[in-house]
């Protein structure tokens, strides 16, 4: 039995489940940020240690994805997984409200939901992009990684817009109100969308499941370590996620300290970035499945030029630090989003068609070790890149001088994150020796290897 392909409208729906988990997770990082910081009068260090709790508890993601891998089904992990980050969503809002009155108690609550909503992104995102590699076939598999981080991004804007407008005039009451609302229908909206996406019952599934022993969580985790490609393929994404998420918290003072920007002005600088993803994503999206199977649509070419691009932009974010005011920043930032935008819609394409590759029934293993390595990545970097201009201002004075030294720091980073992805295993290679392995494996238990199980990808994308 085999499940057909996801046609665009059940990626699009997909796609609106993402975007209802950002729309709660925009409000916990954004919103309460910002009431904590300025309602409250917090040190800016509370919420910023808050947003990387909620990233260190995603350290998870492999256990469940382990857990939707022997179950056989994901939506139950996705659904699961969106009552979790919800329920923490309103708690860390009564959290907030509550520190006004007592902060200790508050604080003490904020800790408890940042860690249900780490625990809720994990178990409802991994379990959302395996169902997606699983479903989507390779030759669309950059178009619907575009659509759904699009409709992400969408998911925050609208959120953040039509929050920021209910929020008015602010009470704690208001604030638990609005975070209620996006929460129950994020989670009711959720469950409309899966509404069959899946199939029902573990043989529509998980077709392609056999009958061999389950192993325990440690096992599988060290089975899916074991493989080359998955290994290092989690290197390269905490290489390239720590490169990308490490300018995020030195872009805006860089052009208001450096350039003389104004808040406002930073703020339009971030909206210019965001525009460049857009249309890197955009592109790569377009091409990819226009000329997929050929070398134009390659999505190892994608993601190794990307990260070069991305380590030009740097560089040339470098020599506006030397140079000041002079230098084009809006169009090296641009340039820098576009490029950013290239690299990471290809590296979620090959991610979902790695996901697929190698033993069979641990895809959900797979990619929560990959979505691991990423929250890491994220947690650390933006904090690491913010220290590090610290650390570089006091020890060479000059502004510029100093962000320019962290942008090369970040730009190495990239060339480090390309070398690494160049050497990841073509899917032709990685079916050879899996094939092989699985052959040597099962001939020693009197057994044939199973030809029916849908371990591998599309032989169009064979050649990234």
């Known amino acids: 039995m085999t499940l057909p392909n996801l046609g665009w409208g059940g990626i699009v729906r997909l796609g609106l489940v993402q975007a209802c988990l950002g729309a709660i997770v925009v409000l916990t990082t954004s919103t309460l940020n910002r009431v904590m910081v300025v309602e409250l009068a917090l040190p800016a260090l509370l919420p910023g240690l808050l947003v990387a709790l909620h990233y260190l508890v995603q350290v998870t993601r492999p256990r469940m994805g ?21 329920t923490g ?33 994990s178990a409802a995102g991994t379990s959302l992009l395996v169902l997606l590699a699983k479903r989507v076939e390779a030759k669309r598999r950059a178009p619907a990684a575009t659509i759904v981080w699009m409709m992400m991004i969408a998911g925050f804007a609208i959120t953040a817009g039509t929050a920021g407008k209910l929020l008015e005039p602010y009470s704690p009451e208001r604030l638990v109100a609005v ?60 290489v390239s996620m720590l490169a990308y998420s490490a ?57 190794v030029g990307g990260c070069l691009a991305s380590a030009l932009a740097l560089a040339g974010l470098v020599v506006a630090g030397v140079v000041g005011p002079g230098w084009p920043l809006k169009l090296n930032v641009f340039l820098l989003g576009f490029a950013n935008g290239a690299f990471s819609i290809a590296a979620i394409a090959s991610m979902m068609r790695m996901a697929t590759e190698g033993r069979h029934a641990r895809e959900g293993v797979r990619m929560g070790l990959w979505g691991a390595s990423q929250a890491i990545a994220f947690g650390f970097g933006g904090l690491a890149g913010a220290a590090a201009s610290d650390l570089a201002r006091w020890l060479i004075g000059s502004p510029g ?9 970040e730009a190495a980073l990239f060339v480090a994150a390309a070398i690494l992805a160049a050497r990841l295993a073509p899917a032709a290679a990685a079916q050879s020796s899996d094939t092989t392995a699985a052959t040597a494996a099962t001939a020693a238990n009197g057994r044939s290897p199973s030809t029916s199980s849908p371990r591998y990808g599309h032989p169009a994308v064979a050649a990234d």
Do not use: C
């Open 179 to 238: 975070t209620a609302a996006v929460s129950a229908m994020a989670f009711v909206v959720t469950l409309i969308a899966l509404f069959g996406v899946e199939g029902h019952g573990r043989a529509a599934a998980d077709a392609g499941a056999t009958a061999e022993r389950k192993p325990g969580f440690i096992e599988a985790l060290t089975q899916v370590w074991g493989e080359p490609a998955a290994r290092r393929f989690t290197v390269f994404i905490f």
């Open 66 to 86: 382990f857990g939707s891998d022997v179950g056989g089904r994901r939506t139950p992990w996705i659904t699961g997984g969106m009552a979790v980050l919800g």
């Open 89 to 121: 969503g309103v708690l860390a809002a009564l959290a907030t409200a509550w520190m006004a009155t007592n902060r200790s108690a508050g604080i003490t609550l904020a800790v408890f939901a940042f860690m249900l909503i780490g625990l809720g992104v």
């Open 401 to 409: 001088l100093a962000y320019a030294s962290v942008f090369a720091f």
């Open 247 to 303: 300018q995020d918290l030195i872009l805006e003072p860089f052009a208001g300290t450096v350039f003389g920007f104004t808040p406002g002005g930073s703020t339009q600088l971030a909206g210019v970035q965001h525009g460049g993803v857009l249309a890197g994503m955009i592109l790569v999206a377009l091409v990819g499945h226009r000329f997929a199977g050929t070398p134009l649509g390659s999505l190892r070419g994608w993601t």
